[in-house]
């Protein structure tokens, strides 16, 4: 019977070798700006559509808005485009900031809706940057995450 102590010492030796290679290949990758951009710019859109909302006893909200959501996916496929990342899970972090920049909005979204009911339209503008503010910002916090959760988990 042949001694198998060589060549798994050879498998261990390469897999930790892989190991570093995804640690430095994951150390280097960064968000895409641009479209990282577009997510805030879809949520300050988000924001904004209190302008065209009616609030009050007969509050009526747009329909447009649901074609940001369509938006976020193709905005969601070309950042895994330009990466080449594929999460399958995003960890606690990622998720975290994602549910915060929901939250975000909807508040900013409600206060806009205050802000239209008292007439005073153009301060939707400021809800709206904050909005984009916030949102890059927590999408960038969020893709930063999810890469740090790609490199915890191990790859079969």
């Known amino acids: 019977m042949e001694n198998n102590l060589g060549a798994a010492e050879d498998a261990a030796a390469r897999l930790r070798d892989l190991t570093t290679d995804r640690d430095t290949l994951a150390a280097g990758v ?58 399958r899970r995003l960890g606690a972090r990622a998720n975290g900031a994602i549910a915060l920049a929901a939250l975000v909005c909807l508040f900013l979204f409600s206060v806009s809706l205050g802000l239209v009911s008292l007439g005073l339209g153009w301060a939707v503008m400021i809800t709206s940057l904050a909005a984009f503010a916030a949102v890059y910002g927590l999408a960038g916090v969020a893709f930063r995450a999810a890469v740090d959760q790609l490199r915890a988990v191990p790859h079969a």
């Open 30 to 87: 960064t968000p895409p700006r641009a479209l990282v951009a577009a997510i805030g710019a879809l949520a300050a859109c988000w924001v904004a559509a209190a302008l065209d909302a009616r609030p009050g006893a007969d509050y009526q909200s747009p329909s447009w808005p649901w074609l940001l959501a369509g938006l976020l996916f193709v905005i969601l496929h070309l950042i895994r485009r330009d990466t080449g990342l594929k999460f």
